[in-house]
């Protein structure tokens, strides 16, 4: 097959600039949370602060998820993307006012367009891409959230760990939580101004079959579009009767209720539940906490952190390089067994206080597993397999956990031991696995 692969390569990129922006919001206040608390006058309520603003960004999220569904199928990927980038750029401006309501508004408002971009980057991705490249752009997408990771560790490495105050090198992290509003607005300048096609799927269910074929044109040569049309083409008499019964019959009611959507509803719930209960995102936003607590000064938690996260990101081509060749079921089992015992380890070399640089390993190790299982694998198999809106209510329950996993973590922390969390994440995955095989 002929594809244009430079050219959606391209566009693939600037989709996961939404990835990008999700995980950079997520992960942003891991490193600089003393720098902000200190600019905010936070003083001794700085832990219920951290957890709170933490948790702003994945309630924030929850709404996002949940609307994804409404706004794509009215306004299309590209028009509600460009939507979101509004809505990011406006709540990156609100987040860096110097006020602590405005600090939490801002937080609410860019985790609801973290939530959207989340969502909507798997269908988009899926949508343009020929079946024969989605292992390979697929993981693009987990890639992306570990780069936004690691780019928000890294512009923390730089400030102040001590005399806040008087080091004006101290308010930097202002620029790093604009960077979502500069990134959000150079998105929609492209879609804008550059890349004006819509999904083809989108445009042929709303009878624009003009504009579909010159959106396909992006990626295929001229010799195979008619491959890209009959991965998707609604025009036949039958299919167009197809198209609008899904599009009467496919509410929010009907999927709740259906028969027909239960295994697929399922899946999206069961994915969007495993993924959280594995103890990433408690990593993600709470690492320089996690080594603080092990031992660790806040200069090498942050150096810990950061290197965790280019982990993660390198971790992720592992993924390309695997999806290439065996079952998405089989890389999630697979990896998931593997999580749970990483976890386990985890929960023992910290309860008997080992040196920290064990657990740095099996953090370390955790996101590689976790990076082509439940990271690149999840997001691929979702965009293949779920219907839009089954992906909206699966990302909003994966949303609600996080919510779940970001507040609960650092109190169950401080009541029981860091450990006691490792060993409950660990049980978490030794249940998804006994089940998965019945």
């Known amino acids: 097959m002929g594809y244009k692969e430079k050219s959606l390569l391209v566009i693939v990129l600037h989709i996961v600039i939404c ?6 919001t997520l992960a942003v206040l891991n490193t600089c949370s003393d720098n902000v608390g200190a600019s905010l006058d936070w003083g001794s309520n700085q832990e219920y602060y951290i957890t709170i603003f933490s948790t702003l960004v994945p309630i924030g999220a929850i709404f996002g998820g949940m609307v994804t569904g409404i706004l794509s199928n009215k306004y299309g990927r590209r028009g509600s993307i460009m939507i979101m980038d509004f809505v990011m750029f406006i709540g990156s401006c609100i987040v860096i006012l110097p006020s602590n309501w405005l600090f939490g508004i801002g937080r609410f408002i860019t985790g609801v367009a973290s939530g959207f ?9 899926n949508e343009i891409t020929p079946d024969e490249l989605i292992p390979t752009y697929g993981p693009i997408v987990q890639a992306s959230t570990d780069a936004g990771i690691v780019f928000a560790y890294c512009l923390g490495l730089p400030l102040p760990t001590n005399n806040y105050i008087n080091d004006d090198f101290n308010n930097w992290w202002i620029f790093m939580f604009f960077i979502p509003g500069i990134l959000s607005l150079y998105q ?4 804008l101004l550059w890349n004006k096609h819509e999904s083809p799927l989108w445009l042929l269910r709303h009878k624009r079959h003009d504009e579909a074929i010159h959106a396909l044109k992006q990626v295929y040569n ?5 491959n890209g049309l009959n991965r998707f083409d609604r025009n036949s008499e039958e299919d167009t009767k197809t198209v609008s019964k899904i599009k009467k019959e496919n509410t929010y009611y009907k999927i709740f209720t259906s028969k027909k959507f239960r295994k697929m509803l399922r899946v999206g719930i069961m994915l969007g539940i495993i993924q959280q209960f594995s103890g990433v995102n408690a990593a993600v936003i709470y690492s320089t906490y996690i080594f603080e607590e092990l031992g660790g000064s806040t200069i090498m938690a942050r150096i810990y952190t950061t290197i965790t996260g280019i982990v993660f990101l390198l971790a992720c081509f592992l993924g390309i390089f695997l999806l290439n060749r065996f079952g998405r079921k089989s890389l999630l089992i697979f990896g998931t067994l593997s999580l749970g015992g990483i976890m386990f380890l985890l929960g023992f070399v910290t309860f008997l206080d080992f040196h920290i640089i064990y657990a740095f390993i099996l953090i370390n190790a955790f996101y590689v597993f976790f990076a082509f299982s439940l990271g690149a694998t999840l997001w691929t198999y979702v965009g293949e397999v779920l219907i839009e809106k089954i992906v909206s209510i699966s990302s909003t329950v994966n949303f609600i956990m996080v919510c779940v ?12 031991g860091i450990y006691y969390c490792f060993f409950f994440f660990a049980l978490c995955r030794g249940f998804w696995d006994v089940s998965s095989f019945f």
């Open 19 to 24: 990835g990008f922006l999700f995980a950079y």
């Open 405 to 416: 996993v970001s507040g609960m973590f650092p109190v169950f922390s401080k009541i029981f």
């Open 188 to 191: 929609f300048c492209y879609f």
């Open 117 to 125: 971009f989340l969502t909507i980057g798997p269908i988009f991705i």
């Open 222 to 226: 001229d010799e195979d579009l008619e």
